[in-house]
């Protein structure tokens, strides 16, 4: 079955930087990816998702990456501001399946 | 627009007890929907899956159950409650490709 790894697990970063989490997934027949926030005691949110059809997709300060050769995205925000600071999970599935997801990398912006 | 509602928000039970923890889908029809639980600072466990009304998969065997009786109603239960089945509980959605989370429930076993 699909196994989705996340890194790193933690990322400090100043405010006005750019912060970059990565995963990679192990099925090939994965072709959605998202990306959910989870701002502490919250639900996790979806802030952004890409299919495998498409390489990059952007969205503001946010944008995700797809390298379906290697099986790696990247989720890239820049700018950061104090309020970017969650847990971030990552994900793939393949139409039907379920969603695996990948461990959270838990981001702090510093003011 | 689809809103998902769970309840109760939060719980204390004492080791033993039973559980049962609900959430309603509204504004879509025969969803896939989700229990997932999350320990304090860890990630997200998938626990039960369901495609339709009375079909549930399981994926980590313990003393925890779902059913569907409805096709947007979707229940978690136990008949024994352990110290470890403390957590912030989860019930999540997904027509197509996207998925969405419930507000949650966050369970506090004593």
């Known amino acids: 079955g699909e196994n989705v790894e996340q890194h790193p697990s933690t990322l400090s970063v100043q405010e006005g930087d750019s912060a970059v989490i990565k995963c990679t997934y192990s099925?090939?027949?994965?072709?959605?990816f998202p990306w959910y926030k989870q701002e502490l005691g919250k639900r996790p949110q979806l802030i952004i998702d890409?299919?495998?059809?498409?390489g990059e997709k952007k969205d503001q300060r946010i944008a995700v990456t797809l390298n379906k050769t290697a099986k790696h995205f990247s989720l890239h925000i820049t700018e950061t501001q104090p309020e970017d600071s969650a847990v971030y999970f990552c994900a793939a599935r393949y139409y039907g399946q379920n969603f695996v997801f990948g461990p959270g990398t838990r981001l702090s912006v510093l003011p | 627009s689809q809103t998902i509602h769970q309840w109760p928000a939060t719980l204390v039970q004492p080791v033993g007890s039973p559980l049962s923890l609900e959430c309603t889908v509204e504004g879509t029809s025969n969803p896939n929907l989700y229990w997932y639980r999350q320990a304090a600072g860890r990630g997200l466990q998938l626990l039960f899956y369901?495609?339709?009304?009375?079909?549930i998969s399981s994926e980590v065997p313990q003393n925890l159950s779902a059913s569907r009786p409805q096709d947007r109603q979707f229940i978690l239960s136990s008949k024994k409650l352990l110290l470890s089945d403390s957590g912030f509980y989860l019930c999540?959605?997904?027509?197509?490709?996207?998925?969405?989370f419930g507000p949650g429930t966050r369970l506090t076993v004593l």
């Open positions: 099925d090939s027949a994965s072709n959605y």
């Open positions: 369901s495609v339709g009304i009375g079909q």
């Open positions: 890409i299919r495998s059809n498409v």
């Open positions: 999540a959605w997904s027509v197509a490709e996207i998925g969405f």
